[in-house]
């Protein structure tokens, strides 16, 4: 079946630091991989996605590149602010049961520090 | 682009009592919709899959009596908690697929039960 493994957190770091948080999958076919967002109390947004091998989704300064031979799509932000705490979610759309389905990997927790 | 409105956003009711959850397209037409269930610090757990006109697909483990799901339109598909108990407290959060699973999922903003 599919899978997304993303790496546990919490992690903190200081304003303006790099920021990866990796994601790996396990899937049949060729899925869409996605990155949302979770701000405390509210409900998931879509960060980036990629639809395809060698795609990379972008948006807020964050990337992600869909690398089909490492079965990665690890998130990336050159200097993050404390407004990107928040939960992170990788995730995988693949066929199943007839419909789209999203997988989701477990979230990390990111809290960035003045 | 692509909304889906849930509602209520915070709801507490009492032990036996049912909770329905609201979930409307507000600008596309959601041929498919899920539903999902967050525990405190995991992840989200799909529920099931609605599709408009035909009964819900439900995961493995999850209460089809217990958890209602109608479909009846293509802007509005209804979760209901019946007979809620604590254990049911949780974060639901309901999405819609848009251009097609490929394309992405736009998500309500999620409705916090607690039940006492």
């Known amino acids: 079946g599919n899978s997304v493994t993303q790496m546990e957190g919490p992690v903190t770091l200081s304003e303006e630091a790099f920021l990866t948080i990796n994601c790996t999958y396990t899937?049949?076919?060729?899925?869409?991989l996605f990155w949302y967002v979770q701000y405390p109390g509210e409900g998931l947004q879509l960060l980036l996605k990629?639809?395809?091998?060698?795609d990379k989704g972008s948006n807020k300064g964050f990337e992600a590149t869909y690398r089909k031979e490492t079965t990665s799509f690890h998130l990336e932000k050159g200097s993050v602010q404390v407004s990107d705490s928040a939960v992170y979610f990788c995730?995988?759309?693949?066929?199943?049961?007839?419909?789209?389905?999203?997988?989701f990997g477990k979230g990390t927790k990111l809290s960035v520090i003045p | 682009g692509a909304v889906v409105s849930q509602h209520p956003s915070r709801v507490i009711c009492k032990s036996g009592t049912s909770v329905k959850i609201e979930c409307r397209s507000l600008?596309?037409?959601?041929?498919?919709m899920f539903w999902y269930r967050q525990f405190p610090k995991k992840s989200l757990m799909l529920m099931a899959t609605?599709?408009?006109?035909?009964?819900?697909?439900?995961e493995q483990g999850v209460e089809k009596d217990k958890f209602l799901i109608n479909h009846a339109s293509l802007t509005l598909s209804t979760l209901t908690v019946t007979s809620a108990h604590p254990e049911d407290s949780s974060f639901y959060i309901c999405?819609?697929?848009?251009?097609?699973?490929?394309?992405?999922?736009?998500f309500g903003s999620g409705t916090r039960l607690t039940v006492v």
């Open positions: 990629a639809t395809k091998a060698d």
């Open positions: 609605s599709n408009e006109g035909s009964k819900a697909t439900y």
């Open positions: 600008d596309f037409q959601a041929t498919t």
């Open positions: 995730a995988l759309s693949a066929s199943g049961a007839g419909s789209y389905q999203l997988t």
């Open positions: 899937a049949t076919g060729y899925p869409s």
């Open positions: 999405s819609a697929s848009v251009g097609g699973g490929r394309g992405g999922y736009t």
